[in-house]
């Protein structure tokens, strides 16, 4: 079932945008940039975190730079579509911490899942792992070579 969307304004919209561009700034310069004061820009950012248009905060990191240079792609597809099966994998591979997301999705697969390894020794493992899985029947990995496009959030 679709989430519902969130009623949102223009000066909520432009607060959304201008927080995936960066989340770090204070409430004061958030305020300046959408042209309210800070009191109301602040009741209004709590209502957008309490209907969890905004989720959370976080760094945005280079991998690589923290030792995980290779960024890889699993299309799964399982031998079930039964709900306990699906819930299952997602709850397996959520426990994964080179698991960054999982995505049940229709045509081609039941699942692409976005992985990280330090190594191709470390990726081989993480293939094995993903194709040794309770009712896994199929795994296509595609290794990235470059992103040259990676935008947080949606468009506004």
């Not at 820009?41 to 969890?52: A, F, G, K, S, Y």
């Not at 190594?119 to 094995?128: C, I, K, V």
Request: with cysteine; proline share 4%.
């Amino acid at each position: 079932m679709a989430e519902r969307m969130a009623d949102l304004d223009a000066i909520d919209r432009r607060i959304v945008a201008e927080l995936q561009l960066d989340g770090r700034m204070t409430n004061v310069e958030l305020a300046r940039r959408v042209g309210i004061s800070a009191p109301p820009c602040l009741r209004r950012m709590r209502r957008l975190e309490e209907d969890h248009v905004i989720r959370g905060y976080h760094a945005d990191t280079d991998g690589a730079r923290l030792g995980w240079s290779i960024t890889l792609f699993a299309l799964i597809g399982l031998d079930s579509q039964k709900e306990a099966v699906l819930s299952a994998f997602e709850n397996q591979v959520s426990g994964w911490p080179e698991v960054r997301e999982c995505h049940m999705i229709r045509g081609g697969g039941d699942f692409l899942v976005r992985l990280v390894a330090r190594d191709a020794t470390h990726e081989n493992l993480l293939t094995r792992q993903l194709t040794e899985a309770p009712h896994v029947v199929r795994v296509q990995t595609l290794q990235t070579i470059r992103t040259s496009l990676n935008r947080p959030g949606v468009p506004v």
